[in-house]
Each structure stands twice: as C-alpha cells, then as structure tokens.
C-alpha cells in the first residue's frame, strides 16, 4: 500500500466525505426518537421476563408465598 502525505490524505478524506449522504435535523430527530422508544419498549420487556422468572423460582424453592 502507497504511502500518501498528510495534505493529500487530508485531500482524500474531504473528498470521501463530501460522498457521503447525511442525514436531514427532521430523520435525526425520527431515528433518535424511536431508539428511545425501542429502548423503554426492551427495558419494560426483560423487567416482565424477570419478574416472572422470578416468581417462577421461588415457586420451585418453596420460598415464594
């Protein structure tokens, strides 16, 4: 692999990046918005799933109720 400079990898880097596609305020605010949501939806999901196991093994050891 050729070495290049600094400046024309600087060069390279500015090109590659006026590529790239980014993203518009209104799909950052979307995208932020349902990572939030997917997030309380897992965290509200595995405290069901533990709660019930929970329940489930101290019905098994006799210590539940």
């Known amino acids: ?5 600094p400046f024309q990898f600087l060069q390279q880097v500015r ?4 590529k790239v596609t980014w993203p518009t305020r209104r799909e950052t605010a979307i995208t932020t918005t349902m990572v939030f ?9 595995f405290l069901l799933v533990d709660q019930i196991l929970a329940w489930g093994v101290g019905l ?5 109720g």
């Open 1 to 5: 692999m050729a070495k290049t400079n």
């Open 37 to 45: 949501i997917m997030a309380a939806v897992a965290a509200v999901f």
């Open 15 to 18: 090109t590659e990046t006026a």
């Open 60 to 64: 098994l050891l006799g210590i539940g």
